[in-house]
């Protein structure tokens, strides 16, 4: 395991991702919201996971303005920093690699996103319905997003 | 020819606090596979979030889980004062850890009780649930309620621990102590509790990474990690305490790590009523007005492990998002390594050895034939096939 200096770490992201890394954001103290590009996404979680020994933490699924985001959030327990790597993508297309292959600990938050919000995550070992079988149809997708929708679709 | 049976367990048994199906595929005794279901308590939380102001937000995360109540309302304080930027008085954060510090203990000691039940130890059960009620009236004096406290605020605490009330709760506190000695050696010193527990639902320290599990779970495989530790809130770095950690990686050892935090826990909570009596009395809240634009990462270590949560604002007084990972989420994955080859009664102590949020309610649990679809056993019978194991096992020492 390497150790990681974060004074310098968004230069050493920027030199081994160089144009995968769009901006770095330091939203607080220990906490940094990294930019990438959805195609890079395997390789940099793969480099916190394997090369700096992060913990995966979770994933976010939400909406934004162009489309959606999923953020994937890492800890390093060892300085309690959180860094999460945040992927935008298009409304047309939402889909994405998925990290279940990499790291079982994504498996279940993959499939928990796909059926709110219908995003798919590529290469899912099983991308079926986690939290509500049989309560929504197969195509429906509750926290998906809806122009000019302002009920609540989930009926909460 | 074997007999191929599935067993679910749930959606409502006593082995679980929520709703949730277990289905062990069996050959024989032996487990071969298992299969998890849930959403049977989707209740939208997150959603419901976004139609709150970030004060009543409190109050609906507080309600995420009956056991460890304060553990949620800790991590999303902890994300909106990143985010705010706010300081909260000394005498605030003594409390919170005094809070959470208890729930810790009721939580462990609600856990050793129904762990002595699966294993046919009513007595521990008994010890361990009426010991508990100690923790639950301190509760009541402290907070006004034995669960679901409403003591966090952005910015501190509601209420205060007056000074004159330091010394009895101090007293209290420490009749705790010969009954978490009384129970340790009930635990650690029996043969036959050794014999269930030990080499039982093994999870190796590439298990919990790969699955991402934290807490007691993780301790207990020789992976120290602690956010009370890692990233230190609340009254935590000004304490002395250590993690405990054990390198056994099956039950006993989960069982032992909860045993000896429950030591740490009452340690902590005395030295941080010490440190309070220095205090001025009432400095409990600095008042946060505004929650500016961004995002915050927020977490708190649990009974059971971390809570993390994430807020994203906008700048309004309601969150756009409210994203919640409770700890039992990353450890019930477990259950595909720790279960599979065991045998089926062991199957109900490996399953209550993460703590999963039990519920009160006793449904059905039935056994069918694989091929036949006759009906063989139902959730008692796994209890009692478990009681009959340990029984067995007394006889022969």
């Given at each position: 395991m390497t150790a990681i200096n974060y004074d310098i770490l968004p230069d050493i992201l920027k030199l081994n991702f160089n144009s995968d890394i769009r901006r770095i954001v330091?939203?607080?103290?220990k906490r940094l919201v990294v930019y990438i590009r959805k195609e890079s996404l395997l390789e940099i979680a793969n480099y916190f996971l394997d090369?700096?020994?992060?913990?995966?933490?979770i994933a976010t699924g939400m909406v934004s303005d162009k489309g959606y985001e999923v953020i994937y959030h890492f800890s390093d327990d060892k300085n309690g920093y959180i860094i999460n790597l945040l992927t935008e993508l298009e409304e047309s297309k939402p889909e994405i690699e998925s990290l279940a292959n990499l790291i079982d600990a994504a498996n279940w938050i993959e499939r928990e996103i796909h059926e709110l919000y219908g995003i798919k995550f590529i290469n899912h070992p099983n991308l079926t319905k986690l939290i509500s079988d049989g309560l929504w149809?197969?195509?429906?997708?509750?926290y998906a997003r809806k122009k000019?929708?302002?009920?609540n679709p989930a009926g909460l | 020819m074997s007999t191929k049976t599935i067993i679910p367990i749930g959606?409502?048994?006593?082995?679980?606090?929520?709703p949730e199906l277990f289905k062990l595929y069996c050959e024989g005794e032996i487990v071969k596979d298992i299969e998890w279901e849930t959403g049977?308590?989707?209740?939208g939380i997150e959603k419901i979030n976004e139609s709150k102001t970030f004060d009543q937000v409190f109050f609906v995360v507080e309600?995420?889980?009956?056991?460890?109540?304060?553990s949620h309302p800790f991590a999303y304080a902890n994300a909106m004062e990143e985010l705010a930027k706010a300081e909260i008085p000394d005498r605030a954060k003594y409390i919170r850890t005094i809070i959470g510090e208890l729930e810790r203990l009721h939580s462990h000691l609600l856990w050793v009780g129904l762990a002595g039940h699966f294993l046919g130890y009513n007595t521990v059960f008994m010890w361990a649930w009426k010991y508990r009620e100690i923790v639950l009236d301190l509760f009541e004096r402290i907070?006004?309620?034995?669960?679901?406290?409403?003591?966090?605020?952005?910015?501190?605490?509601?209420r205060d621990i007056p000074n004159s009330q330091i010394a009895d709760i101090k007293s209290v506190l420490d009749t705790l102590k010969p009954k978490v000695d009384l129970l340790t050696g009930a635990v650690m010193d029996d043969p036959v509790i050794h014999a269930r527990t030990k080499k039982v639902g093994i999870l190796s320290k590439e298990d919990i990474i790969n699955y991402g599990a934290v807490g007691p779970t993780a301790r207990a495989s020789g992976?120290?990690?602690d956010v009370r530790k890692d990233d230190p809130y609340a009254a935590y770095p000004l304490v002395n305490w250590k993690v405990i950690t054990s390198e056994g990686c099956d039950v006993f050892a989960k069982a032992e790590v909860r045993l000896l935090e429950l030591y740490e826990s009452i340690s902590i909570i005395d030295q941080c009523l010490d440190k309070m009596t220095h205090l001025k009395e009432g400095d409990i809240l600095n008042p946060v007005k505004n929650i500016p634009e961004g995002m915050a990462f927020g977490r708190a270590e649990a009974p059971r492990g971390e809570v993390f949560h994430f807020v994203k604002s906008?700048?309004?007084?309601?969150?756009v998002r409210h994203k919640i990972r409770a700890p039992s989420y990353v450890n019930i994955a477990t259950f595909k390594k720790s279960?599979?080859?065991?045998?089926i009664a062991d199957a109900t102590i490996i399953l209550a050895a993460v703590d999963p949020?039990?519920?009160c309610t006793e449904r059905m649990a039935f056994a069918y034939?694989?091929?036949?679809?006759k009906k063989i056993m139902n959730g008692l019978d796994l209890i009692r096939i478990s009681h009959q194991k340990t029984n067995e096992l007394k006889m022969k020492m």
């Open positions: 330091i939203q607080q103290r090369e700096l020994a992060y913990r995966f933490i149809k197969d195509n429906e997708f509750p000019g929708d302002n009920q | 959606p409502y048994h006593p082995l679980q606090e929520e049977y308590n989707h209740r309600r995420v889980c009956g056991i460890c109540s304060t907070t006004g309620n034995r669960n679901n406290y409403a003591m966090f605020k952005i910015g501190g605490v509601r992976i120290a990690i906008d700048g309004s007084n309601s969150p279960c599979v080859g065991q045998t949020c039990y519920c034939d694989y091929c036949t679809g």
